[in-house]
Structure formats: structure tokens, C-alpha cells
């Protein structure tokens, strides 16, 4: 075993092993056995931030992949199993784990964290040997839904406010196997599950932040793009990187407009890979797929977070592609897609998606080379 357990002594292996859905298991190729399970119940997650001074749940090697159970905040609320019974989801499908949170915010555990926000993220998970200045390297191996329904809000909110007076919310529940959510009749968008946040704790200069805005330390990206097949890569802040993920979703549009996704619980197994030093310059995530390179630019203001993923994206083709800045200008102009990962979390993102096909020069990629093909849906 990889993998000791800190943060509750009540966690025995035995409850490990129970705490992982035989859908999330059964859905794993056997190549990608996970070396270590984090459970999500209410003594291994935390309920709207994100600090360094949370103690991990898990430490693991440098290496190692991790199945992470994960609740949706979607749906979460006294009563789950009566909110879901409205969509004539039977009190059985409702996760144990999302009964047993939502009882531990009714009796006040996150109550001092009241304000910070809704979303429950597990973790963090320690990596042995991450030191600040190193970076994370996450690969998203497999993103498992464990439910077949989720949840998306609408509102006097999000992009536009003021279409709607009133909420709604809308159970959409999905078919694995088609790889499509079931919206309407003759209605169904594809499935693209993927973790609306992946974070590493922020300095301790930074301290506790709220889980709404993303930053630097990833967090609640909203990035569709994050997908099985996947990298993102992380800076490191702190000693162990202390990784935190949670808001899954099973489909969500560029721009996130509503404020939501199809909020839905998933399993994501990920494999974590430290590169010692080569964080530090970094002032956002990046990531990457079998197509693209995927830069990210955040600023609060739309207009600003489209210079910042530009002036991102430029020094990127620099630095990892030896351009002159304006090569790399020319080249953001005329071959490079720049579109809203999330104009609704607070710190909004534009990200820059540059066609590994504009390379002549090919680069092996792990998820080309060694991952099952992915399923059309
Ligand atoms: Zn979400």
C-alpha cells in the first residue's frame, strides 16, 4: 500500500474499500489500479475552501494514481433523498455519502466556514517529495460518474440575469453507455464529465481562500476541457502540494453560463507526478490533451482575462517553443482558438487552445500512447 491514512483514525481499510461505488470500480480498466482510494465522507472532505492548514487525508508517493470519491454540492441540500424523490430518483440511488454530509452541515461542521461557499471538495491528498516552486503534474486517467442524474441551476443570475425572475432547478439524469445526458426528449447533449475543481493548497501568505474563485492554485476552473485524457498542471505552494478536487460535473458548455454544470458526483482516478522545480514561473495552470495545449488567463474582468490568456499564451509558445513574442503574437493570431472556460466564478477565464497538429515536430503524450481509446458517444 502506497497510501497512509492521517486525517481520521475512525477510517479503517475495510471502510475504504466500501466507501468505493462497485460502478466506480467496475469502470476502471485494470491497467489503471488505483494505488490508493480517498473516500468522501464528512472527516475527508471540507465544505467551501480551500487552506494549507487542512490536514491530509491520504499521503502517497510521487507516482501514484489515486481513485478519489467526490459529493456534488448539487442537490445537497437538508434532504437529499426528498429532493431527489422530486425527480422520482428512489431513496436508494441517493449516495450514502451525500446523506451523511448533508446531516454533518445541518449540525454546523462547516458553520464557521459559512460564507466561503457550498462546494465539497476531498482532500487534501499529500504527495510525498512536492516542495513550493515544484509542479504538479495531474493526469486525469479516468472520470467515473457514480450516480446516473445531476443537477443544473438557473436564475436571475449568471451570464444573464435578467432573462429569468425566478430559480429552477433542473434534475438531468444520463445514460453511461450512450455517453449522452437524457435533457429532454429527442434533447441529449453529450456527456463530457470532468472535475470542476482540481486545486492545490495556496501559500500560506495566501492563506484560507474561498472555493469560488479560481487563481494561481488552480481551484474552480470550470475547465471543460479537463476531460479523461487530460494533464493539468499545478504550481506547488506548500510541502506535500496538499491536492484538493471536488464539483464534478458530467457536462458543462464553455462559459458555464448559468453559474452550474450538470453538478453531478464522480470518481476521477488521477496519477500525480512532481517535477521538481520547474513551478516556479508559473503564474496560472496550463494543461494539455491528445489535440491541444490548453493555456489559461484569469482576471475578474472579461476583457482583462483575454490579455491575461494572450500575454499567457505568448510567453508559453516562447518559453516551451523558442518563438520571439512576436512569432508568438502572429501565431496567437492566426492558429490559436481563445475561448471562455467560466464567465461566472468570480476570477473569470479565457483559455488559448493551440493545435498540437501546428507542430511539425511530434511529441509523445502519455494518453496517446499508453491509454485505452477513449469511447465515442
Ligand atoms: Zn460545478
Redesign the pocket.
Known amino acids: 500500500m502506497l497510501a497512509t491514512i492521517r486525517r481520521s483514525s475512525v477510517i479503517s481499510l475495510f471502510a475504504l474499500a466500501q466507501a468505493v461505488s462497485p460502478l466506480a470500480l467496475a469502470a476502471v480498466p485494470a491497467k489503471y489500479k488505483p494505488d490508493a482510494v480517498a473516500p468522501s465522507t464528512p472527516d475527508t472532505v471540507e465544505r467551501g475552501f480551500i487552506s494549507y492548514q487542512t490536514p491530509p487525508i491520504l499521503h502517497v508517493k510521487d507516482g501514484s494514481t489515486v481513485l478519489i470519491n467526490t459529493v456534488?454540492?448539487?442537490g445537497l441540500t437538508e434532504d437529499p433523498v426528498a429532493f431527489f424523490a422530486k425527480a422520482d430518483i428512489p431513496a436508494k440511488d441517493v449516495l450514502p455519502d451525500a446523506i451523511a454530509i448533508a446531516k454533518a452541515t445541518k449540525a454546523g461542521k462547516w458553520a464557521s466556514d459559512a460564507g466561503f461557499g457550498g462546494?465539497v471538495l476531498t482532500g487534501p491528498i499529500y504527495i510525498d517529495g512536492a516542495e513550493p516552486g515544484d509542479l504538479l503534474e495531474v493526469r486525469i486517467l479516468k472520470v467515473t460518474p457514480r450516480t446516473y442524474y445531476g443537477v443544473n441551476g438557473v436564475g436571475p443570475g449568471g451570464v444573464a440575469p435578467k432573462v429569468l425572475t425566478e430559480r429552477d432547478q433542473k434534475v438531468i439524469k444520463f445514460d453511461t453507455k450512450r455517453g449522452v445526458m437524457l435533457f429532454a426528449k429527442g434533447v441529449e447533449p453529450k456527456m463530457r464529465p470532468f472535475m470542476?475543481?482540481m486545486a492545490v493548497a495556496p501559500s500560506p501568505e495566501v492563506g484560507k481562500v474561498g472555493s469560488r474563485a479560481p487563481g494561481p492554485f488552480g481551484g474552480?476552473m470550470?475547465f471543460r476541457r479537463l476531460t479523461a485524457g487530460s494533464t493539468l498542471y499545478l504550481p506547488v505552494f506548500n510541502k506535500g502540494a496538499l491536492f484538493v478536487t471536488g464539483?464534478?460535473?458530467a457536462g458543462?458548455g464553455d462559459g458555464?453560463v448559468s453559474g452550474?454544470?450538470n453538478?453531478s458526483s464522480m470518481a476521477p482516478l488521477l496519477q500525480f507526478i512532481v517535477h521538481k522545480g520547474e513551478g516556479k514561473a508559473m503564474h496560472f495552470p496550463w494543461a494539455e490533451d491528445a489535440e491541444n495545449y490548453y493555456i489559461l488567463g484569469m482576471d475578474p474582468v472579461l476583457d482583462k482575462a483575454a490579455d491575461s490568456a494572450v500575454t499567457e499564451t505568448i510567453h508559453w509558445l516562447h518559453d516551451k517553443k523558442g518563438m520571439s513574442l512576436s512569432d508568438a503574437y502572429h501565431l496567437c493570431s492566426v492558429g490559436v482558438d481563445f475561448s471562455v472556460s467560466q464567465a461566472v466564478d468570480q476570477n473569470l477565464i479565457i483559455y488559448g487552445a493551440i493545435p498540437k497538429a501546428t507542430f511539425t515536430k511530434k511529441t509523445p503524450y502519455w494518453a496517446t500512447a499508453a491509454a485505452p481509446k477513449a469511447k465515442k458517444g
Do not use: F, T, V
Open positions: 456534488s454540492h448539487g462546494h470542476g475543481i474552480n470550470d464539483d464534478s460535473h458543462q458555464e452550474n454544470a453538478e
